[in-house]
């Protein structure tokens, strides 16, 4: 992994323009003010979310625009980082009475602040890593190994205690889990209103996905016409992660269906009618997250709701059109 300095050096003289927005509050400045922040929730809840997303914010630019392969890996690393610090700042966030909505508005608020700081930075400086931004970047990365001991004891702090979970199902394995997606399904119609006898639709491997896609929810819409109603899943997919991170995104697709069928009235269509965005609908992502505590809580021990809550909100931050 690059050292601090590196990525420092790399954001270096970078030229971009980003839409501006309030005037940022400096993360170096928040700590100092809120001396407890690693011991209380709300406010380590609040730093992990600032973190995460001026990692999103700056790895996504340096992927889409590396100027040498240093940044290409610097993208790397701060998409990885970000993915850490979104499970807590999102999760406490929730835990500690935030709705999923409010979380979501403030995260849009801070990577407005971000852009801001970019931006006013760029056109003083022709540099981004100027202060408060290069200030807030060592904030995050003096504090990145407090945040993967900290994942993994909220992991541990929130497991339910006394589990019942069904027979693992090893990576690699090309069967689904039709036991855990049953109860999901259940679930889902029990909270969107859907008709008892409603069916999940067609559970389909599909090789040909591209390499960015783990798995993609089709339908039939006025824009393609020609999809087929059912979910594809790339066999990567069931290769590499585990299988209740597989359940999850299942789940994620699932409420998806859920939610097209329901603006449509539960009834079967030629061309769907598809006017809402799900990804940040509050609904949406209650119920999502919703679903990676059901997967947990059947796991004895539960290792990886902090990782669902982060795709929750990652869903929504990076995917807010879908």
């Not at 835990?95 to 970019?118: D, I, K, L, W």
């Amino acid at each position: 992994m690059l050292n601090r300095r590196r990525l420092i050096v790399s954001l270096m003289w970078l030229g971009c323009s980003f839409a501006g927005a309030q005037a940022p509050v400096g993360l170096l400045a928040w700590t100092k003010d809120h001396p407890d922040w690693k011991t209380e929730k709300k406010e380590l809840a609040h730093m992990a979310s600032q973190c995460a997303t001026m990692y999103d914010l700056i790895g996504n630019f340096f992927a889409a625009n590396p100027i040498h392969e240093e940044q290409r890996r610097s993208a790397n690393v701060f998409l990885s980082n970000s993915d850490i610090y979104a499970r807590i700042g999102y999760f406490l966030s929730i835990r500690q009475g935030m709705s999923e909505q409010e979380a979501v508005a403030r995260q849009t608020a801070f990577q407005a602040q971000f852009n801001q700081q970019m931006q006013e930075n760029l056109l003083a400086h022709k540099n981004i890593m100027m202060p408060p931004l290069s200030d807030d970047v060592e904030v995050c990365m003096v504090n990145f190994k407090f945040a993967q001991v900290q994942a993994r004891q909220l992991e541990a702090e929130y497991a339910k205690t006394r589990a019942n979970p069904t027979p693992a199902i090893s990576p690699g394995d090309k069967s689904f889990d039709m036991v855990t997606l049953d109860a999901i399904w259940r679930f889902i119609k029990s909270k969107t209103g859907a008709p008892v006898d409603l069916v999940m639709p067609n559970l389909v491997i599909q090789p040909g996905l591209p390499t960015t896609a783990r798995m993609v929810f089709e339908f039939p819409s006025e824009d393609q016409p020609q999809n087929t109603l059912q979910i594809n899943v790339s066999p990567r997919t069931l290769q590499l992660w585990s299988r209740p991170m597989v359940n999850w995104a299942l789940g994620h697709e699932l409420v998806h269906y859920a939610m097209l069928m329901r603006e449509n009235q539960w009834v079967v269509q030629a061309v769907y009618k598809n006017t809402i965005k799900h990804h940040c609908n509050p609904e949406f992502l209650k119920l999502t997250g919703d679903i990676a505590d059901l997967i947990s809580d059947a796991q004895s021990p539960s290792r990886e709701r902090l990782r669902m809550y982060s795709e929750v909100f990652r869903s929504c931050t990076r995917h807010p059109d879908q």
